[in-house]
């Protein structure tokens, strides 16, 4: 099983509309980043989280934290056809001094002009 | 500014030749390195990284090999390509110190035929 469990798998949404992307983990986050990416293209780092109750806006797109550290939301607000794409929640695992990172399956974002 | 390279964008390979996906890094020193294969539908799977010159970590046994043969190249090789090696295949960079996000190189569309 995944060890970050993003939801929903995909959504389309009209254009104007608010939206929630939730990513759930099975252990405590020590830092949970949020990505976008397009088709065919690399992954564009959006916001990183680190501290419980934490959250972070960047133009129309708001990410929290929650206290227990295991569970993260993306918000949209006001949808627009330029935030269509495929969103991914992140997290490293500490390991010996090393940083080993993982990523949910990602949620396919469609907004409708 | 830090900056990431890879190529090729695009590769076409019969089954059995040989691979190699090149990946540099600019504009940082002693850079993890990262390798992640992403299939259709599926979430980021991490091939291997890497935290200092000819050090490699494998995370899943398989028929691809990395090798770091200076400070901010990685390589992705296979000395003969099966199907199931077709994907996108995703470079990426993170410095060494605690909760630094990766940053994406844009992806290599492999396909075996």
């Known amino acids: 099983s995944q060890e970050l469990e993003q939801s929903p798998q995909s959504l389309i949404v009209q254009e104007g509309k608010n939206l929630t992307i939730n990513c759930t983990s099975s252990?405590?986050?020590?830092?949970l980043y949020w990505y976008k990416q397009k088709y065919g293209e690399g992954l564009i780092f959006l916001m990183m989280?680190?501290?419980?109750?934490e959250e972070k806006s960047h133009e129309k797109i708001t990410a929290k934290l929650d206290e227990k550290k295991q569970q993260s939301s993306l918000h949209i607000t006001a949808s627009q056809p330029s935030h269509a794409g495929i969103y991914l929640c992140?997290?490293?695992?500490?390991?010996?001094?090393?940083?080993?990172?993982?990523f949910g399956t990602g949620t396919r974002l469609k907004v409708l002009a | 500014s830090q900056t990431i390279h890879q190529w090729p964008a695009t590769l076409v390979q019969p089954v059995g030749s040989p691979l190699s996906l090149e990946c540099t890094v600019e504009?940082?020193?002693?850079?993890?390195l990262y390798w992640y294969r992403q299939a259709a539908g599926r979430g980021l799977q991490l091939l291997f990284y890497?935290?200092?010159?000819?050090?490699i970590s494998s995370e899943v046994p398989q028929n691809l090999s990395a090798s770091r043969p200076q400070d901010r190249q990685f390589i992705l090789s296979s000395k003969k390509l099966l199907l199931s090696d077709s994907g996108f295949y995703l470079c990426?960079?993170?410095?060494?110190?605690?909760?630094?996000?990766?940053?994406f190189g844009n992806g290599t569309r492999l396909t075996v035929t």
């Open positions: 252990k405590t986050l020590y830092g």
């Open positions: 890497s935290v200092g010159i000819g050090q």
């Open positions: 990426a960079w993170s410095v060494i110190h605690l909760n630094s996000p990766l940053h």
């Open positions: 989280l680190q501290k419980g109750g």
């Open positions: 992140g997290a490293d695992r500490r390991n010996s001094g090393t940083y080993k990172y993982i």
């Open positions: 504009g940082t020193s002693n850079p993890n």
